[in-house]
Nanobody, 124 residues
């Protein structure tokens, strides 16, 4: 599976951005796609995830109510709508996919496939 993340940019606090993760290649029957983010000097942090069926979603407490994850199996994309952005949301955002049905893990290890990252900068 190959993943391509896009949609990052520079915005002011309070603005919105929509990230997209495009999937290509063969996928497993059941899997999850998640967004993580990372700032220099810190570990990669779980942001939100969704199962390929769209039946389950999971969010980090820090983004609940502001971010929405959605999937489109026809387009093979998973989007992350980010509203009310805060300077603390500044990071490089990565999408990742599991191989198989293991829920929506919040740690990076279960995710076998990763996109290249897209940078989000929120100015105050």
């Amino acid at each position: 599976v190959q993943l391509q993340a896009s949609g990052g940019g520079l915005v002011q606090a309070g603005a919105s951005l929509r990230l997209s993760c495009a999937r290509s290649g063969r996928a497993f029957s059941n899997y999850a796609v998640a967004w993580f983010r990372q700032v220099p000097g810190k570990d990669r942090e779980f942001v939100a995830g969704i199962t390929n069926s769209g039946g389950s979603m999971r969010y980090a407490d820090s983004v609940k109510g502001r971010f929405t994850i959605s999937g489109d199996n026809v387009k093979k994309t998973v989007d992350l709508q980010m509203n009310s952005l805060e300077p603390e949301d500044t990071a490089v955002y990565y999408c990742a996919a599991t191989r198989g049905s293991i829920g929506i893990p919040i740690f990076t290890t279960p995710y076998a496939d990763w996109g290249q990252g897209t940078e989000v900068t929120v100015s105050s």
